[in-house]
């Protein structure tokens, strides 16, 4: 099952690239920010261009007897106002659930059961939000952005449901045709009608630095943080990789490695993510 998962969206990946230039070239510089890496841009989605992003992941457990968890996630983003967009996502993940529950996979603690059996688990999350952008780069003044999102969180131990509220910040350092930029993301995370084992509210810290080689590319680099359940340690991950744009498709690939430093984050992970303007101009 986690093969064909992982098939099945290669081929959307791979068929989303192949699909005919709907716009224009773009002419500003790529954004530093987005999917694959554990980081929001702070701009909304303009209106009247809404954009579809597909992602896949593989990650591997540092210990356990399931140690391979496969991922696949769409969301879509469409601007309804000058500066506020509404976001529509979906995601699913199969194998080791226990170190894939800060993505939003599992509804609460993964029956022993099931890990001393070992055997993959299925589980997912459903999600509906909302971006507002408070202000734009001018100067010193850095891009702001307040992200709130209701998950619906599925997974072997029934069904759980969290809200959570994001702060976004982006600042280019250094402008021109290959900005140099840093983006910070700062939140909490509640969960709705919590169990005894769940802890009610977790924080979050993501950061990344960016830097394009080219007009159309950029590396970057991120460092994730969240808060988790009593007795595991924070999730602590940190990614490199690049974004790169297709300008006669109004899109951007992404490809992301990433690296766990504690025993409750993966040992390491690889997200391959595309972003497409679908009616660009």
Known sequence: MARRLASALAVTLFFALLLPGIATAQDEPITLADD???VTDPNATPVGEPVLGLASSYERAPSGRVRNTYGAETEIGVGIAPGLD??????????????????????????????????????????????YQLSKEQGAVPAVGLLGRVRALYGPDGTAYETDAVALFGKTLVGGERPLGVSLNAGLISRINPGSSDRPRRYLVNVSVGQAISRDTA??????REQQERGDQDFSLAQIGLRHRLRNQKAIVGVAVGFGLNRDTPQYQVAVAVQWEINGR
């Open 36 to 38: 694959p890496f554990e």
């Open 86 to 131: 509404l976001r529509i996502g979906q995601s699913g993940a199969y194998g080791n659930l226990d170190i894939g529950r800060r993505l939003g996979t599992i509804a609460s603690d993964q029956a022993e059961s099931v890990m001393r059996a070992g055997r993959g688990e299925l589980g997912g999350v459903t999600q509906l939000g909302s971006l």
């Open 219 to 224: 590396v970057v680099a991120s460092y994730a």
